[in-house]
């Protein structure tokens, strides 16, 4: 039992001020003066804080990296008849028979403290079929080459599931073992094809040529290859043979169905993300010690689980997948890098909001009482303020950081996120009918209030919009999110009985301009054709009191771009998350006493900002040699020191030129109140894909029984 007054690693992570006694391991082996804190300055500074261990950290083992596969491990326990009895784990045994490693009985035979070393299946290419087959469909190693480092420089930054350094180490690892005809360990595998099958889907225009002109086949076809043959290896791995690969490997693929607009398996997936990470204990605090980097990897990776299980099952409608009562791993420290904000900033910011949100009001539910909803509210407000600079609301320019290539990306995803959290329990309130002069004041309030977030959030998205959309056609929400606002605005047009709407005018045109958005993204990408022909005839179904129909029913009108300012905030949006399920309220709230007017304060007036020039990492040209290098043996097995390179004015890598005016064209409205019973067109399921299950149809509260972009036209 270690001394109390000696702190391990761990403590010194929970606690940044605290001092080991002793210097790490590197610092005493250089002969050079340890500020003892994890990850030390030293280390730090040569970027080599995954070697930074202190002697607390070996006390727990032998001295085997627990974080990676420990091959001696597995030669030792495949040598069957060698003290057998002797070697009997009761831990294993219960949790082979299907206990958690963390359950009272596997405890009975452990010493205190004792960790499990993390190991690999490992498998013959020349004994597995499988294995065989996984490794004919990868390319040759310059077009791997590429690719992997097509990701570290563009799509890992997106949610930073890898740690670049790390990767690159066991990315020369895996190949040597190839090369060699060595075993190769099967999660690793399954994770390096999946890298492959997202990094295809991304690559700019010159790397597209290049990769089909040396492969044969389109980057359609790859990706498609790519994934179905990680997920096939992904089977020959048996039941219990947990990894921290594993969870990367999972939490890819949910990217890349959720980038191929596949949202069902997108959630599917998920939930095998959840439970694997459950089953190797990511989630919960570790009973010993555990060395500093491992312990940050290990937060880092639930960090992500976590943040995705609200993303991806708030957005599709569904229950959470997480107990957020039984975690207690913590959050990420972020100071590995040294950033002026870590490329995983915005997940860990998004994991504190709804942690915050679950300790005051337990599980998902939908709130219904007035107190509870403006406590939400503040919660909402007060989370807002603490930003870091590079993502705040109010002044997010930060031009000395601009450079790095995930700085503008997740300070779009970070306000769109918050705005669309902040709206989910005002949404039953704007589709609610009332009158001005009869309904109570608390639903006048919380219908303003929700006007200036839906407001606020149509515009983020545009801001989104128009930073990334030419860069990368793959977030799928940007479609969805500007059509589920506006559904939401015309719904708010439609249950003003008086026709008396907050901010009309401000209405209007932000529905006009997400129309006229949807009009021209129809063409670009299959998602936004389903939305835009359901806005279409939403919209002829606002009152003529909207101001919105044609005064010539035959004849088509040209709306001018609507004024941007105005009221609204324009503040910049990334992947929308409509129909936020963490707190959402019910459309006919309960009763409340009359009390004196509480109207909702009034915007906070930021002042508007001009997205920078957009800088992305460089990527790989025809005949040039990959940035990262990856080396051919691993003589040093010292990690890969990584860097992106910059270049400030690219080409936009896919997609097509968006022009700055946004006028369009729009459909002749019919004047009138708006007509239940008139139906809608049949759209196909085929048209539709996945979309249809991310709308959320009866919160507006339209009169409709079935999905009306399902719905047969009823003759009247």
């Not at 919209?539 to 129909?549: D, E, F, R, V, Y």
Request: proline fraction near 7%; include cysteine; charge should be neutral.
């Amino acid at each position: 039992m270690p001394d109390d007054s000696r702190k391990s690693s761990l403590e010194a992570i929970a606690q940044p001020e605290a001092l080991l006694l002793s210097a790490c391991t590197e610092c005493h082996r250089r002969k050079q003066k340890c500020n003892r804190q994890w990850p030390c300055n030293n280390c730090q500074k040569r970027k080599v804080a995954d070697q930074c261990r202190f002697r607390d950290d070996f006390k727990t083992g032998s001295g085997d990296n627990a974080w990676s596969a420990s091959v001696e491990v597995k030669r030792k326990r495949d040598q069957a008849g060698q003290d057998d009895e002797s070697d009997s784990d009761v831990g294993d045994v219960l949790e082979a028979i299907g206990y958690s490693r963390l359950h009272l009985l596997t405890k009975l035979d452990q010493d205190s403290g004792s960790t499990k070393p993390s190991e690999q299946y490992r498998l013959d290419p020349k004994n597995s079929a499988q294995l065989k087959r996984a490794l004919d469909v990868l390319p040759p190693r310059h077009v791997v080459d590429c690719l992997v480092q097509s990701f570290l420089d563009v799509v890992n930054f997106y949610y930073y599931i890898v740690y670049p350094p790390y990767f690159s180490k066991e990315y020369a690892r895996w190949w040597d073992d190839y090369t060699k005809g060595r075993t190769c360990g099967v999660q690793w595998t399954c994770l390096l094809l999946m890298v492959c099958a997202c990094s295809v889907q991304h690559v700019d225009g010159q790397l597209r040529a290049r990769i089909e002109s040396d492969v044969g086949e389109s980057v359609k076809e790859l990706t498609q290859k790519y994934h179905d043959a990680a997920r096939e290896l992904h089977s020959a791995i048996p039941v219990g043979h947990g990894h921290v690969y594993t969870v990367q490997y999972l939490l890819h693929s949910c990217y890349w169905f959720k980038a191929e607009a596949r949202f069902a398996e997108c959630w599917q997936v998920l939930g095998a993300v959840v439970r694997e990470a459950q089953m190797i204990d990511l989630h919960k605090k570790p009973e010993g010690q555990l060395p500093g980097f491992e312990l940050e990897m290990k937060r880092r990776l639930w960090c992500i689980v976590d943040s995705w299980d609200w993303l991806v099952s708030s957005l599709l409608a569904r229950p959470m997948l997480i107990d957020r009562a039984e975690c207690d791993v913590g959050l990420p420290s972020l100071t590995i890098e040294d950033y002026p904000a870590s490329p995983m900033l915005h997940l860990k910011l998004q994991s504190e909001l709804v942690n915050l949100i679950f300790k005051r009001f337990g599980p998902p539910k939908i709130l219904t009482e007035p107190d509870e909803i403006r406590d939400y509210q503040a919660i909402l407000e007060g989370f807002m303020k603490t930003f870091p600079p590079e993502y705040a609301l109010d002044h997010p320019n930060t031009p000395a950081n601009e450079d790095l290539p995930w700085i503008a990306l997740h300070r779009h995803y970070m306000h769109t996120c918050t705005l669309s959290i902040a709206l989910g329990p005002f949404r039953g309130y704007m589709a609610k009918s009332m009158k001005r002069s009869t309904a109570p004041v608390i639903d006048l309030e919380f219908r303003e209030t929700g006007i200036d977030y839906a407001l606020r959030l149509m515009e983020a998205v545009h801001r989104f919009f128009e930073y990334v959309w030419t860069r990368d056609t793959t977030f799928h929400f940007v479609p969805f999110c500007i059509f589920d606002t506006a559904a939401l605005l015309c719904s708010v047009i439609i249950h003003a009985e008086d026709g008396i709407v907050p901010r009309r005018d401000e209405v209007i045109g932000s529905i006009t301009r997400a129309f006229a958005t949807l009009k021209k993204l129809r063409t670009a990408t299959n998602t936004a054709k389903a939305p835009y022909d359901v806005l279409r005839r939403l919209i002829k179904k606002l009152p003529s009191t909207a101001g919105m129909q044609a005064t010539d029913a035959h004849k088509k009108r040209r709306f001018d771009q609507p004024p941007g300012a105005n009221g609204a905030i324009p503040v910049p949006a990334a992947a929308r998350l409509p129909s936020s399920r963490v707190a959402q309220i019910a459309p006919a709230p309960v009763q409340v006493l009359a009390q004196p007017a509480q109207h909702a304060p009034p915007a906070s007036q930021y002042q508007p900002y001009t997205n920078p020039p957009p800088v992305v990492p460089g990527r790989m040209q025809a005949g040039q040699q990959p940035l990262l290098p990856f080396p051919q043996d691993i003589q040093d097995l010292q990690f890969q020191n990584y860097t992106y390179s910059q270049q400030m004015n690219p080409a936009a890598p896919n997609g097509q030129s968006w022009p700055d005016d946004i006028t369009s064209s729009m459909q002749s409205f019919t004047a009138g109140q708006p007509q239940f019973e008139m139906g809608w067109q049949t759209i196909s399921e085929a048209e539709l894909g996945d979309l249809a299950m991310l709308w959320n149809w009866q919160s507006l509260n339209l009169g409709f029984t079935t999905n009306p972009i399902y719905q047969n036209r009823e003759q009247v």
